[in-house]
């Protein structure tokens, strides 16, 4: 009588107690497993193409040779290493100016080396001060970002805007939710995204958000999520309708969002309070931290904007939001996009996007 070793799980027994539980926990094991082995190849070659770069800078400046190296230096490194990628003209020489930019060993193994090579082109690319680049690395570590987000995120100047509004949480929140809560908020928000012109009214914007609630959500940062818009409140018979309401997941708390299409006043403040009185007593629970509130108007002056905070004592914040906005001039680099290098490096190169993974 011959046995079936290849029967498959339909055959087997019942799996006895608590299998399932051990189950997941080994394929999530598993999974961890993979991520930090990814993570250190990925570390290993960013590494390997910095010290690549170290050497073409050293022997460049102490023996005096020309660019043309690098084209040479491109040819035989493919010749010998025909199944690998990443030895193309245009990606040594990335190897050479991320080397330049980071010429410290210790910040690229502690920092950038957790990037893959792509979002440390993005950096090399799209930011030319030394700090900033550090910063964006720092965060798309934390957040998890892929390299289009981080892309998205330099464009907009998310860092840039990260923690200005003008509030008066330290005043009425407790530390440390009192600097979470400012780092949660920016000034100015962009919604460029929504595609309308400077003049479109508070209800258009607040029709567009909603549609546009993803792009939304990433603009207004990590931790927020949407509860609903024209939210009703029952009070004393009276009905109100809050604009946007969210609740942020880090800080634990409900935030109450209320936009104005035009310059700010400080009676604005009354009814943000107001509404944020109503949440606290009709919405949040007893685990939920006081509500914040959040005023978006399309301009505010900011002394009056602090003025009008001084004697409040829910915690509220006052920021702008632009509809329509370009990209800085300073934030444009001198070297070359990626998309140019590619372009111009067309012909007999391998691709900057073939190099980049």
């Given amino acids: 009588m011959s046995t079936n070793v290849n029967a498959g799980p339909a055959s087997l027994a019942p799996p006895p107690d608590g299998y399932t539980e051990w189950l997941a926990d080994l394929k999530s094991r598993i999974h961890t497993a993979q991520q930090r082995a990814t993570l250190t190849v990925n ?116 860092l840039e805007r990260t923690g200005t509004a003008v509030t008066n949480f330290e005043a009425s929140l407790p530390k440390p939710q009192s600097d979470l809560a400012r780092e949660s908020l920016k000034d100015p928000y962009r919604f460029d995204f929504l595609g309308l012109s400077r003049e479109a009214g508070e209800r258009e914007i607040e029709n567009a958000l909603v549609q546009h609630v993803t792009e939304f959500l990433l603009e207004l940062g990590a931790g927020f999520a949407f509860v609903g818009r024209q939210v009703l409140l029952d009070v004393g018979g009276d009905e109100f309708f809050i604009d946007l309401l969210f609740y942020h997941l880090k800080l634990r708390c409900y935030v109450v969002i209320e936009l104005k299409g035009g310059k700010f006043k400080p009676e604005h403040l009354g009814q943000l309070g107001f509404y944020l009185t109503a949440v606290d007593r009709q919405v949040k629970s007893e685990l939920d931290n006081p509500s914040i509130g959040l005023l978006l108007c399309k301009s505010k002056n900011k002394i009056v904007a602090e003025y009008a905070l001084g004697d409040k004592s829910q915690p509220m914040g006052i920021a702008e939001y632009k509809l329509l906005e370009s990209l800085p001039a300073e934030l444009l680099t001198s070297l070359p996009s990626i998309e140019q290098i590619e372009r111009e490096l067309a012909k007999g190169d391998t691709s900057i996007e073939d190099d980049s993974q």
Avoid: C
């Fill in 43 to 158: 570390r290993e070659l960013v590494l390997l193409y910095w010290q690549m770069g170290q050497d073409i800078l050293l022997r460049q400046a102490a023996q005096g040779w020309g660019a043309k190296v690098i084209e040479r230096l491109a040819h035989d490194l493919r010749a010998a290493f025909p199944d690998m990628k990443g030895f193309s003209r245009a990606n040594l020489m990335y190897m050479r100016a991320f080397a330049e930019a980071w010429p410290d060993a210790e910040v690229v193994q502690q920092a950038v080396g957790q990037l893959p090579w792509g979002h440390n082109l993005v950096l090399l690319t799209r930011l030319k001060d030394h700090q900033q680049r550090l910063a964006y690395a720092r965060s798309a570590i934390q957040h998890g970002w892929s390299r289009n987000v981080l892309n998205i995120h330099i464009e907009t100047r998310l």
